[in-house]
């Protein structure tokens, strides 16, 4: 069983006004578990990310090796750097 990081980061998540453009990868990788109104709707919603220092859409951050949990509109960051993608 592998160590989860602890906490780092308590994150709100938002509403946003429209949907905020997700990468092809994170949609690809929640293609089989989440589908119809529930991925519409994270599609919607946001979080201001400590890692990236930007706005992402929730399907990013849900991808994401940081993600740890949601739980009543606010999610669990480990906080960790990002490998780089070179």
Same mark, same amino acid.
């Given at each position: 069983?592998?160590? $989860? ?13 429209? &949907? $905020? ?7 690809? &990788? $929640?293609? !089989?578990? =989440? #589908? !119809?109104?529930?991925? &519409?709707?994270? #599609? ?10 930007? *706005?992402?859409? /929730? =399907? ?6 940081? /993600?740890?949990? *949601? =739980? *009543?509109?606010? =999610? !669990?960051?480990? !906080? ?7």
């Amino acid at each position: 069983m592998s160590e $989860i990081a602890e906490d780092k980061y308590s994150v709100d998540v938002v509403e946003a006004p429209k &949907a $905020i453009p997700a990468s092809k990868e994170s949609l690809e &990788a $929640i293609k !089989g578990a =989440v #589908k !119809g109104k529930a991925l &519409a709707k994270m #599609k919607k919603e946001a979080v201001d990310c400590p890692v990236k220092a930007k *706005r992402v859409s /929730f =399907v990013e951050c849900f991808t994401c090796p940081n /993600f740890n949990r *949601r =739980v *009543r509109g606010k =999610v !669990g960051c480990a !906080g960790l750097p990002l490998p780089s993608s070179s």
